[in-house]
């Protein structure tokens, strides 16, 4: 039987990209991928039997965030999303879009799509969401997270990591950049997303050898553990399957409350369903 998730369950970790012709892509991105639009995904969750989503504003359309708001608008309340800035953002900007459904700014670090930010406007966007209420989300590769790791466990606010922290899963679970991953998890304002087995996994599909990364995740912390699809997948080696990707949660979680914990109340909380 195909794993069915529970009601209300959120895919926490989704893109809307384009149309192009309606939301251009942003000319310096450093990708610029297929038309992913707003029914696509609609159509993936419906079939997929997800009721909420956090749409993640991807890097390839910059700072400029209509084409997210536009898809929260148009979720009937079941979406909400984060957001990328740069440092001409406003209050009034902050402001339009938390009405809009925005509850968070990302923040990537991935050598492959531009590198690090600028850590004096990181560490003043960081002020800026205290007064917010509003959570970081950290887009890394895994030796961030031992170059960083004293910036992020000193952060003032919640903070979000992806796609498991992208630790390589051929590195083992032992690998320092896990090992930091889960200490920091200990934190109560630090969250990871159990999403993107197919960048984790160094075997391919299934993608079975990420299971284990986030078993060890969920075990240290499952009051803040998200999980999401990752749709449509912009940049990976192996184009995953979203059912086989949804096939894979069930082993990573197999307790039923869990499943409801991770999929449904840790969203519900931190993004405020």
């Known amino acids: ?71 929260i608008a148009r979720s009937g309340g079941r979406y909400r999303g984060t957001a990328i800035i740069d440092p001409s953002v406003t209050e009034k900007d902050f402001e339009r879009m938390h009405k809009g459904g925005i509850r968070g700014v990302r923040f990537n670090f991935v050598r492959h799509l531009g590198g690090r930010p600028d850590m004096g406007f990181f560490n003043n966007t960081v002020e800026r969401l205290k007064r917010l209420g509003w959570h970081l989300i950290l887009h890394l590769d895994s030796v961030d997270l031992v170059e960083f790791e004293s910036t992020f466990r000193s952060l003032p606010v919640p903070f979000v990591i992806d796609h498991m922290g992208r630790v390589k899963a051929a590195d083992g679970l032992g690998q320092p950049a896990f090992r930091i991953l889960l200490d920091c998890l200990k934190q109560k304002n630090a969250w990871v997303k159990i999403c993107g087995a197919e960048r984790v996994s160094s075997e391919g599909p299934p993608f079975t050898d990420a299971v284990p990364f986030a078993q060890a995740l969920i075990a240290v912390a499952p009051d803040r553990v998200l999980w999401g699809t990752d749709w449509p997948h912009p940049n990976v080696k192996w184009m995953p399957d979203d059912a086989a990707l949804l096939e894979l949660f069930p082993l990573m979680a197999p307790d039923p409350a869990l499943q409801k914990r991770i999929l449904v109340d840790n969203p519900a909380r931190l993004y405020g369903f």
């Open 1 to 71: 039987m195909p794993f069915k998730p529970p009601p209300l369950a959120c895919d926490s970790h989704c893109h809307v990209f384009g149309p192009a012709a309606k939301f251009p892509y942003d000319p310096k991105a450093a990708y610029v991928p297929n038309d992913a639009p707003f029914e696509d995904l609609q159509e993936l969750h419906a079939r997929l039997g997800l009721q909420r989503a956090v749409i993640v504003h991807a890097s390839c359309h910059g700072p400029d965030m209509r084409v997210t708001l536009d898809a």
